[in-house]
């Protein structure tokens, strides 16, 4: 049985289908990327999944019990926990007032200390930073605060959407890093990602999103070797691509090649 069942997915927005007929298994302890172009659907379905936006029909299974009905903090003290597109830290708060609301329904202050010095060993940045506002910080540190930010609640599912959105390549490479670390922590991850490349080389198990369908899944090494995958995502990188992302995209494969080894 799989941690998380989506089954026969659809979302509408006034008329539009947003999602249509769209079944994804997330095994647990793995990661799984969702893959796909701007407006594929992608965003709607982890917000459909974490209660945000409301399924015109289907179902959301944790652990087999249809969760489609809860609303998100109900779904959240299950271990389902969205760290959205954009990073949305509060930007005139500090550091750690941005990681103490990702754990406002933590009762037990004790787990809560525990937990923050957790995290301050896999984000050392962060732990020097705590006491700085948030909109000073660059892009990177930011999107390193609001990963923190969804992992204070101790998830059992991470749902990280465009983590590596407008970074550059070095900062990629880190948030790459990161997805491994936090999966060998035993938390299951998925992935919104439109590195297609990078998503399929640090994830498991892969679905391709296409016009609100699932067209295409399977392990995420075979898909890689896919020519459909090959030629919509990843055809012609090294021709059509400048001189600056195909150094991006050479360390990718330096960095993936040696975590992987």
Excluded: W
């Amino acid at each position: 049985m799989s941690l998380l069942e989506v089954t026969h997915l659809s979302v509408d927005y006034g008329g539009v289908h947003a999602l249509r007929d769209v079944s994804v298994k997330v095994p647990d302890k793995s990661v799984v990327s969702i893959i796909g172009a701007n407006g594929a659907g992608k965003s709607t379905l982890l917000k459909t999944i974490v209660g945000l936006t409301r399924q015109s029909s289907g179902t959301v299974q944790l652990d087999g019990q249809d969760i489609s009905r809860l609303k998100p903090h109900e779904r959240l003290d299950r271990g389902i926990v969205l760290c959205p597109e954009g990073r949305r830290l509060f930007p005139d708060l500090t550091v750690n007032e941005n990681i103490r609301i990702g754990a406002y329904r933590m009762r037990d202050s004790k787990k809560f200390r525990q937990r923050l010095e957790f995290l301050h060993d896999i984000f050392p940045r962060v732990a020097e930073r705590g006491n700085q506002i948030a909109s000073s910080l660059s892009g990177g540190e930011q999107q390193m605060v609001a990963i923190a930010r969804a992992l204070i609640s101790q998830p059992r599912i991470l749902m990280l959407d465009e983590p590596t959105l407008g970074l550059a390549p070095k900062l990629i490479l880190e948030v790459a890093k990161l997805v491994q670390t936090i999966n060998r922590e035993g938390i299951t991850v998925v992935m919104v990602e439109q590195n297609a490349k990078l998503a399929l080389k640090i994830s498991d198990y892969a679905f391709v999103l296409e016009t609100g369908s699932v067209t295409l899944e399977g392990r995420s090494a075979d898909l890689l070797l896919s020519d459909k995958v090959q030629n919509a995502y990843l055809g012609g990188e090294a021709e059509h691509k400048p001189a600056s992302d195909r150094q991006g995209s050479k360390l990718q494969d330096a960095y993936v090649e040696g975590a992987n080894a």
